[in-house]
């Protein structure tokens, strides 16, 4: 007869792999259109609310943008988003993020999630992945708000710079440390294998 404590972990990874069935087959909930008109309010409350949030934008190379990141569970405290990089005002590609370490803070529904790449090594690995997950295949340094209530764009030196934010400015305290990005096509039925090596090989070009 199984404990009480081995039935309790079975009952947590049957959530897991429900969580897993449902995301897996609902990638594509949102349309096109609807993950750009949340991209494009982001970044406007990203510069509009932040002191000193344009600064970093004009000098990324690439902008990852998630918007309204939810929290999917409520046992694990899963959170998943839909988003897109955004190069030279163009969205070249759009991701999946998925994060069982972002945590909500207590009183915070949803939270928008803005990467910034400033090296080009760090951008052409991010975009050429079929899966890049934040401690694994490279690191982002988050960044909140200053002594002096806006962001000293002096500080950061790091090739890759996240910021957490709601509706009451950016959030601190927070990790991306095990977030996975995997690449959607959001208007598309089915994307294969072979769809993604090819946008690999052509991406940017």
């Given at each position: 007869?199984?404990?009480?404590?081995?039935?309790?972990?079975?009952?947590?990874?049957?959530?897991?792999?429900?969580?897993?069935?449902?995301?897996?087959?609902?990638?594509?909930a949102k349309s096109t259109l609807e993950i750009d008109a949340a991209i494009?309010?982001?970044?406007?409350?990203?510069?509009?609310?932040?002191?000193?949030?344009?600064?970093?934008?004009?000098?990324?190379?690439?902008?990852?943008?998630?918007?309204?990141?939810?929290?999917?569970?409520?046992?694990?405290?899963?959170?998943?988003?839909?988003?897109?990089?955004?190069?030279?005002?163009?969205?070249?590609?759009?991701?999946?993020?998925?994060?069982?370490?972002?945590?909500?803070?207590?009183?915070?529904?949803?939270?928008?999630?803005?990467?910034?790449?400033?090296?080009?090594?760090?951008?052409?690995?991010?975009?050429?992945?079929?899966?890049?997950?934040?401690?694994?295949?490279?690191?982002?340094?988050?960044?909140?708000?200053?002594?002096?209530?806006?962001?000293?764009?002096?500080?950061?030196?790091?090739?890759?710079?996240?910021?957490?934010?709601?509706?009451?400015?950016?959030?601190?305290?927070?990790?991306?440390?095990?977030?996975?990005?995997?690449?959607?096509?959001?208007?598309?039925?089915?994307?294969?294998?072979?769809?993604?090596?090819?946008?690999?090989?052509?991406?940017?070009?």
């Amino acid at each position: 007869m199984k404990s009480k404590h081995a039935n309790q972990i079975s009952k947590i990874f049957g959530l897991f792999y429900i969580f897993i069935l449902f995301f897996g087959v609902n990638t594509n909930a949102k349309s096109t259109l609807e993950i750009d008109a949340a991209i494009e309010s982001a970044i406007d409350r990203f510069t509009n609310e932040i002191q000193g949030a344009q600064t970093y934008l004009d000098g990324a190379r690439g902008i990852l943008v998630i918007p309204k990141m939810i929290k999917a569970g409520l046992v694990l405290g899963m959170e998943y988003g839909e988003g897109a990089l955004v190069v030279d005002n163009i969205k070249v590609q759009y991701y999946r993020a998925f994060s069982g370490s972002l945590g909500l803070q207590l009183g915070i529904g949803s939270k928008d999630l803005i990467i910034l790449f400033y090296d080009d090594e760090a951008m052409d690995d991010f975009l050429y992945s079929s899966g890049w997950q934040v401690g694994v295949d490279g690191s982002v340094a988050i960044l909140d708000m200053g002594a002096g209530g806006s962001l000293d764009s002096t500080e950061a030196q790091d090739p890759i710079v996240g910021f957490v934010f709601g509706h009451k400015g950016l959030i601190a305290g927070l990790s991306l440390e095990g977030t996975k990005f995997t690449k959607i096509w959001p208007d598309s039925e089915e994307v294969d294998e072979d769809s993604i090596e090819a946008f690999n090989e052509n991406a940017l070009d």
